[in-house]
């Protein structure tokens, strides 16, 4: 068997032995979102630690734990806490807790970030919905052997954030009276942040938001066939547009900051995907 699919249906059978749920949404919680949990009438949590073989993340505001509930009358799996690239993880533990999910039952990926602001215009807390991504600056997570049991090898990424969830997410914001930015979404390698020519060569580029995660979990959750969505807050300008030297606890300020508005919207997001499925 392939090693990389070993591992996941290990992490697979340690979660089914535990956990008995199957989510119909899965839900990452990126910075801002850390706390969103508390708005779900949660049935059960599991920490990474105790799933054999899975990556622990190591970033500061995320817990760690796969948390199961339901928002509204929809099943949900959140991931408090992503694996990044710039731990040290291969590529494909980066993914599979995207993998994992989708096997769980997950039949939508719902994504979030914290970014930093490209395009013109764009002001920390602003929320913008991802419509599309630039993931050539990370490892592609499905290099090597294909797994056929999770995709095929040459999978299309024409339309890798699904057109209408997106429709979905813009009428949410719309009834909510929330303002709503689109764009496309680069990852980069990380931790250190940008420089501004970098910066300059993103904005050539198409991106009008950046950072470091996201982009490789779309891509192996297509492969999969999953439906996927999402939404980036923008904590911060980026190198070369702010003035002032780009910091974490700005990140996690704007966060706080956010949080309200981008909780509302993923929640009615959620409801509405459950009721167009």
């Known amino acids: 068997m392939n090693p990389v ?19 119909e949404v899965a839900l990452v919680l990126g910075s801002g979102l850390g706390d969103y949990a508390n708005q779900m009438r949660v049935t ?14 190591t970033a500061p505001g995320h817990v760690g734990r796969f948390v199961f509930g339901y928002v509204g009358d929809v099943p949900v799996v959140a991931m408090q806490g992503r694996v990044h690239y710039y731990e040290g993880y291969d590529m494909t533990d980066v993914v599979l807790p995207i993998r994992l999910m989708k096997l769980m039952g997950a039949k939508v990926l719902f994504l979030t970030n914290a970014s930093g602001g490209i395009r013109q215009g764009f002001r920390a807390g602003d929320l913008m919905m991802i419509t ?89 959750a297509n492969h999969m066939g999953m439906k996927i969505v999402g939404i980036s807050c923008i904590s911060n300008l980026a190198a070369g547009i702010s003035p002032n030297p780009l910091t974490e606890e700005e990140v996690i300020e704007t966060g706080k900051q956010v949080a309200e508005k981008f909780t509302a919207l993923v929640t009615e997001t959620i409801q509405s995907i459950h009721q167009n499925l």
């Not at 249906?9 to 535990?18: N, P, V, W």
């Not at 942040?193 to 996201?214: F, H, K, W």
């Open 5 to 23: 699919y070993e591992k996941l249906c290990k992490c697979y059978d340690s979660f089914r032995a535990k956990i008995d749920f199957v989510p």
């Open 44 to 57: 059960d949590t599991l920490d990474y630690k105790d799933i054999e073989g899975f990556p622990v993340s």
């Open 132 to 220: 599309g991504q630039i993931s050539s600056f990370v490892p592609s997570p499905l290099i090597g052997e294909n797994i056929p049991e999770l995709g095929p090898r040459f999978p299309d990424m024409s339309h890798i954030y699904d057109e209408d969830l997106q429709q979905l997410v813009r009428k949410c914001a719309c009834k909510l009276d929330i303002p709503l930015k689109e764009g496309v979404y680069i990852q980069l390698k990380g931790p250190n942040y940008e420089t501004p020519q970098e910066i300059n060569m993103c904005r050539v580029l198409g991106a009008d938001a950046v950072g470091m995660s996201t982009a490789c979990e779309a891509v192996a």
